[in-house]
């Protein structure tokens, strides 16, 4: 099912039930998943694989190269999972050999208009970047994160599962897992306990990562004294280990 206006390279590879919009280009190193619809002008180009059953609005530009000046058209790669759906005016970007080499997007994420995935970038499953979220490259964001509208995380970030950043958000440093923020810079507002609900996290799970939050940000203790605190609530409940070993291991330092 591709219309008769597309561009479509023979060496492409298209699964079954496929379906190409008008004027939209595919390139030579493309791969793409059975019953994927991709959108009237869609340009997808480089060497990248796209899963099953994802939707890709008009206007969108797929597996360009970085906008790095360091790359010099090494063949890296962009991987995109299943169940995706991308909106209008998106543009993700392949890996730079200054990295792994790719850039990979999970699985049933939500991705709306205008929203820029930068080389290099690892998105996990269940994501929600509302319209004009802008990674930088090098940015992990961790499963069901959510990004407000207009945010902006700094290359080498790493955005914690759970979290959930209010519109116009500037990350500059690590954000830790359930945390809350908004701002610019970002300031932390108490965690993601709604979405948390929502997610079959039990009641006691989530007073637990209130109390680690509350050891982080409300107790006055000095950041070493406060993963240790932490590590002590995760030791008795086993949902907090995430948010433990996170800022255990932040190399840009957390939000804080």
Known sequence: MIHPTAIV????????????????????????????????????????????????????????????KKYDAEPTRLEIGDRNTIREFCSFNVGTSQDAGVTRVGDDNWVMAYVHVAHDCQVGNHTIFANNATLAGHVHVGDWAILGGFT?????????????????????QDLPPFVTVSGNPAQPHGINSEGLKRRGYSSEAIMAIK???RALYRSGLKLDEAREKVAEIAAAQAEVEPFSAFIAHSSRGIVR
């Not at 590879?13 to 002008?41: D, F, S």
């Not at 990248?48 to 059953?53: E, F, P, Q, V, Y």
């Not at 995380?153 to 500037?170: D, I, M, N, P, W």
Request: aromatic share 8%.
């Open 9 to 68: 390279h023979p060496g492409a590879r298209l699964g079954a039930g496929v379906e190409i919009g008008p004027y939209a280009i595919v390139g030579e190193h493309v791969e793409i998943g059975e019953n994927t619809r991709i959108g009237p002008h869609v340009v997808i180009e480089g060497h990248t694989r796209i899963g099953r059953d994802n939707e890709i609005f008009q206007f969108c530009s797929i597996g360009a190269q970085p906008q790095d």
């Open 152 to 172: 902006g995380v700094h290359q080498f970030v790493r955005v914690g599962a759970h979290s959930f950043c209010g519109v116009g958000t500037v990350l500059l």
């Open 211 to 213: 109390r680690a939050y």
